[in-house]
DNA sequence: AGTAGTACTGACAAAGTTGTCAGTACTACT
DNA sequence: AGTAGTACTGACAACTTTGTCAGTACTACT
């Protein structure tokens, strides 16, 4: 079951979004850059996430080649996922759409966009 | 009703994607960057699209303050929407987006990532 | 012996997004 | 007079994504 719907589309910008689509995996993406972690140090250091979404959206980004999944065989099991090779090239991308984000955001609070109608 | 979900987050990369997202935003930016057209052309030009979808997603984008619509209020009514001046700050950014996404699908293709689980 | 912790799965409900269909008011064409 | 075109709305079905809940196997702690 994908978290994320446009599986293989052949616009340019929907592969990109495909990958990063998803409810939590930017926030992810931007907690693993600061440093490695394991599932666990993931989950509290991401409020309002269950175990279940943080894990399907873990799989998606190893799927994609994003993450690296670094697991211990022990008991209790240890798991460590860290940005891959690979996905430090996504890293400059969302670094340039987090800086628009920011900047829509003072846009939006200093209310000289409408607001988007509520709920 | 919303056609994007994540209405006000606080995170930057949410931010931005609330405004691109949706599953006909990408291109009907596309189409506008190149230049500005009426609802009828942008929905030929663009495969797939419903009427309905199509201008759902102009609202949005027209709220959002990405788009100016320009109607006369003629019979047959005739409305133009391009992209805005701020909806041309975003246009770096979705060209940094695309970018990445064009080499992604190159990677996908040459089978050198997993391919992703079938439906 | 009971509780909490590890990483994860399966079944399913709740929300959210997209698509379908019909309808509006008016004109221009055959 | 019938048909197609314009831009758009409302109701609602279908599909996708997210969230909830329970359960796994094993250890370490009180």
């Not at 080649?65 to 209790?76: D, E, V």
């Amino acid at each position: 079951m994908p978290v994320s719907k446009k599986e293989m589309s052949e616009c340019p910008i929907d592969a990109m979004l495909s990958v990063i689509d998803g409810r939590w995996k930017g926030t992810i993406l931007w907690r693993l850059s600061e440093r490695p972690m394991r599932t666990s140090e993931l989950r509290r250091s991401i409020p309002g996430i269950t175990e279940r979404m943080l894990i399907r959206h873990l799989q998606e980004l190893v799927r994609d080649g994003i993450l690296l999944r670094q697991a211990q065989r022990s008991i209790p099991p240890c798991v460590h996922y860290s940005i891959s090779k690979y996905g430090w090239t996504l890293v400059p991308v969302l670094e340039t759409i987090c800086a628009w984000g920011r900047s829509h955001i003072k846009l939006k609070h200093s209310g000289s966009l409408p607001a988007r109608s509520p709920k």
